[in-house]
Every structure is written in C-alpha cells, then in structure tokens.
C-alpha cells in the first residue's frame, strides 16, 4: 500500500544507528541528541497510528531531555488528555525504534495495525513541540518525515515547555465538550494562568518578590511572557539564568535537578536573606523553591513541601467554604517522613505512597476528590476530580466567607495545569498561597522540619536482583536482605531506610533518614555496605 512504501522510502533518510539498543522509558526515549533522528522519526509513525487508533484524536510529541546534559535529547508521547503515553503503548516504541532494517519496520507498523485493528486510512492528527536543544530543529525534521511517510495531519507548536504542549494536547481533545478545557494555543495557556492568578490573589497580601532560575533553558522566555501577562501590580519577579542562545549552559551548575540533588544555590546567584527563590529544569516541569537565612544557610523547600503547602491551603479552603470534599496527598518513599507526618497528625490528611514515576502518582492522586502529588524532586500537580468540580460550580453558598472560598477553589482549578507537573503553574500556585498568608519563605519552612537524609547510589552486579513491595519500601529480594536492613534502622532514632533499583540508571539507590545529620549518613553508609 501507498502508506507503507512511503514509510520504506523516507527510512531510507533516517536509518537506525548499528548496535544501539533502544528502550521507551519513563521519560521516553532520552540519550545523545546524535543517536535519535531514527528513534524520532519512528515515533512519528507511532504517533501517527496512536491518534488513528484513538479515532483521529490529537496525539502529542515532545523533543525534550529535560534536565539532561545539552547534548543529550529525547522524546516522548502525549496521550489525548494530556496524559503520559498509556503503558501497553510503550512496548510498540520501543519495537519501532529497534528494527533493524526498513524492512522490518514497515512490518512491525502494520502489525501493530493489524493486532489493534487500526483503520489506515483513518484521520490522524499529531501536534509536536520542542525545547530549546541545538539538537532539536533537525529532530523536528525527521519528525515530520515520519509524521508525512505516515499521512497524519500534523501541527508544529515550535519552542514550548513540556507542559505547555500537555495542556494543548487537552484544550485540542476537549474542545468540543462540555467541559473545555482552554484556549489550544500558547496565549490560551498565559491568559488562563494570569487571569485565575489575579483573582485567587485578589486583595491578599502582596506577594513575595520571587527569583527564578530558569536553567538557561525554555522556561526562561516562557516565564517572562507569564509574568507580562499577570502584570507588575500582580507579581513581582526577577528571571535569571535564561540564556537560551548560550545552547552548553542548560542545566548547567543551575536548574531544579542540580539544586535539589547538590542542596545548593545555583553557581553565581547571591541571595539576599529570606527572599523567595525557585528554579526551574530543562523543559520546565519541575520546580524547586529555596532561600538562605540570617547566617547564609540554605534552605531546600522540594516537592514535600510544596505538597504540604498545597494540602494545607486546599484543606482550609474546603473547611471554610463547607463543600462535602476530600483532599489527599500522593507521595513516594523517597518523601521526607517529617512531610508524612505533618500531613497525618497535624492536617490529618489522608496520604498513599506508590512506586516512583510520575504516572504512578498521578494516577493514584485521581482517586481523591482533590489529589495533590509530588514527587520531592519538584515534579507535580494537583488534580480536582469531575465529580469534585461539579460539587463547586453547583454550590450554593450560604455567606461570604463561603463564597469566597469556593471561588478560590474554582480559580486554583484553572490555575493548576492539571495535565502533569508545571513548573509554571507550580510556582504561581505556591506565590498565590503565600500571599495568602502573608508567607515569605522561611515562615513555610517551618510548617515542618526535614529530617537529615541521605541518597546514596551504589553499583551492583545485578540490580534486577533487587524486588520490592510496599510502593518500593521494602525488598522481597535479595532474600534475608530486608530483615537486615530492619535490624539496622531499628538502631536509630526516628530511622527509616529503604533500597530499590534505579529505573533509569545501571544501579541501584539507597534513601535514608534518621534524627541527626550523622546517623542520617551513617545509616545510608551501613545499609550500602550491606548490599555488596
Ligand atoms: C523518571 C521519572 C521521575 C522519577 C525518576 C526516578 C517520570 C516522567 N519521570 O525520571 O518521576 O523521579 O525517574 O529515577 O515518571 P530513578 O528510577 O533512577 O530513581
Ligand atoms: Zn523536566
């Protein structure tokens, strides 16, 4: 058929580098920028048979390594509701990426057709997006080769974050039902951030100044444009770290990964004392806030407490306006017991821990009426079930206090990108929350204190030996190596320790907590010597 001879033809252009094994991970495909124009073109017949497959409903591709070194890039898959690809899916990507000859390729696209019945014919529909990688423009091309060979209907929404084209992908698909979900286009997501920002803040405390890290990456421009559209009387915000042309500096000694996991300032940034600062990564879906005292010390506010911050605030809010609703918090092992705690006894607000990877949270965080996730590497979101939506828009308040609650309520709703974490979003929800409190930086930090913890990455011979239960809190396998590990965080004061692989590196990680600094360390020390 003309379809398939037209995919063999334009893999001719985009043949698979030899001898490298492709996987479809939790991030996609991610690895040298170099290695992907076969991998990126065959996503685009995957993309194409996708939205074919879901009856011509709009499918999203994003070029972006995320937090990634500048060289590297990646790609991955929006489903319809601006969801991550759904899992069984990821299984054909990495089938796709792996055929050895074009040959072979052409026959696994048509048994993916055949397997799922997929009309070939059928309308197809993709819109794609990328960051702000040197690599990305020729990616874009074999892109849109793939996309062609495959006859989709295809739409290049240029340099967005990750999250913008989530939020695209959902305004496309929901357009026409009942419940739109926003203008598709980037100025339909600045206006609807902006204008839910201006009335949640409406006659609060004047926000905080914010400082934000934009890891020279895409969240740079994007944030200003944000910042332009709210207005200075709204937000005062300084933006550093964005130069986007300076392609080596992305994530380079800045960004939310290098803050979070180094516990440091960015390199080059000098903190006045107690003022608010964030930062952004690559493609500005995680965020990290932070400030450094009287003495220069610094102080990591990560995802635990932006998750607290959210419960907290949404809670009240839900007490005050007297809706019949539930909040709960998604977290994973790797969340500072302190945050568990404070949520429990203090917001007695109900928690489920699951696997890491955002798909696990997110999911788990739509089964409460309002959901808020994040991992604490500053990924996350909030999520306000239909159902939970419904209730407030038909509430009947019986004063004003009421009503205005529940008006906070609807606009956090449109404030929060509900499709995946957003740095974006992330931070103005958490500047709306402490203006609401008259907050700056250091009163949120003492909601809680963190207990000292330390992850350690240790390589071992095998790490698909180590199985876990309990959302990765404890290990099956190795056998008896669990029972050990109990033996020794018994020994310290408010310890906890736990071991899982990494699934995205060669190795395996070690997290553990205890009451000082010392036996924090000496605890990961001692459950990584075990495992040799
Ligand atoms: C992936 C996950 C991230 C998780 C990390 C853990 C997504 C989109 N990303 O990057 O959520 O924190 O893996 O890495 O799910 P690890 O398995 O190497 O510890
Ligand atoms: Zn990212």
């Not at 607000?349 to 994040?374: E, M, N, R, S």
């Not at 308040?397 to 529940?406: E, H, L, R, T």
Request: with cysteine; hydrophobic share 40%.
């Amino acid at each position: 058929r003309q379809q398939l001879s037209q995919i063999a033809k334009f893999s001719t252009l985009h043949t698979r580098p030899e001898g490298h094994k492709y996987a479809y991970g939790t991030a996609g495909f991610r690895l040298l920028g170099s290695l992907l124009d076969s991998v990126v073109f065959r996503v685009g017949l995957l993309a194409a048979l996708r939205s074919r497959k879901l009856d011509g409903e709009t499918i999203g591709v994003m070029l972006t390594a995320s937090h990634n070194p500048p060289d590297d890039n990646g790609v991955k898959l929006i489903d319809p509701q601006g969801e991550m690809l759904e899992a069984s899916w990821e299984t054909y990507a990495t089938k796709f990426a792996n055929a050895e000859t074009d040959d072979e390729l052409t026959k696994e696209y048509l048994a993916v057709a055949e397997a799922l019945k997929i009309n070939l014919d059928s309308p197809s529909n993709v819109i794609f997006a990328r960051d702000t990688r040197a690599s990305g423009p020729a990616l874009v091309a074999a892109l849109k080769d793939g996309l062609q060979a495959a006859a989709a209907d295809y739409a290049d929404y240029r340099i967005l974050t990750t999250p913008q084209l989530h939020y695209i992908v959902k305004c496309i698909n929901t357009r026409k039902t009942a419940a739109p979900y926003g203008d598709p286009s980037e100025q339909g997501y600045f206006d609807k951030l902006a204008t839910a920002f201006k009335i949640v803040t409406k006659g609060k405390a004047k926000p905080p100044v914010v400082t934000v890290d934009a890891a020279n990456g895409v969240g740079g421009p994007k944030i200003r444009e944000l910042a332009r559209c709210i207005g200075s009387d709204y937000l005062d915000i300084n933006v550093v770290k964005d130069e986007i042309d300076a392609v080596d500096r992305l994530n380079f000694q800045c960004g939310a990964d290098f803050v979070k996991t180094q516990q440091k300032l960015p390199v080059g940034l000098e903190p006045a004392p107690f003022e608010l600062y964030a930062s952004l990564d690559g493609d500005a879906d995680r965020i990290v806030f932070y400030y450094v005292d009287e003495a220069n010390k610094f102080h990591l506010l990560d995802g635990d407490k932006i998750a607290s911050l959210a419960a907290m605030f949404i809670r009240d809010l839900i007490a005050v306006s007297g809706v019949d609703l539930q909040v709960g918090v998604v977290q994973t092992a790797y969340a500072n017991g302190s945050s568990s705690k404070y949520l429990t006894d203090i917001l007695k607000v109900p928690i489920t821990v699951t696997p890491t990877g955002v798909k696990h949270l997110h999911h788990a965080a739509q089964l409460f009426d309002v959901g808020v996730y994040f991992e604490a590497n500053g990924h996350g979101t909030v999520l306000f079930s239909n159902s939970a939506m419904k209730t407030l828009e038909s509430f009947e308040a019986q004063n004003p206090g009421q009503q205005d609650a529940v008006t906070t309520l609807l606009s956090l709703a449109a404030l929060i990108n509900q499709t995946v974490g957003d740095a974006l979003s992330d931070l103005l929800l958490v500047i709306a929350i402490l203006s609401h409190k008259a907050w700056g930086p250091n009163e949120w930090n003492l909601t809680y204190t963190d207990l000292p913890n330390r992850l350690v990455r240790v390589v071992v011979k095998d790490r698909t030996a180590f199985k876990t239960e309990d959302a990765e809190r404890r290990l099956v396998e190795p056998k008896g190596l669990q029972a050990h590990i109990d033996a020794l965080v018994k020994k310290y004061k408010s310890g906890r320790s736990f071991v899982r692989a990494s699934g995205t590196e060669d190795a395996v990680r070690v997290y553990a907590e205890a009451a000082t600094r010392l036996e924090a360390d000496e605890l990961a020390v001692k459950v990584s010597d075990s495992l040799k």
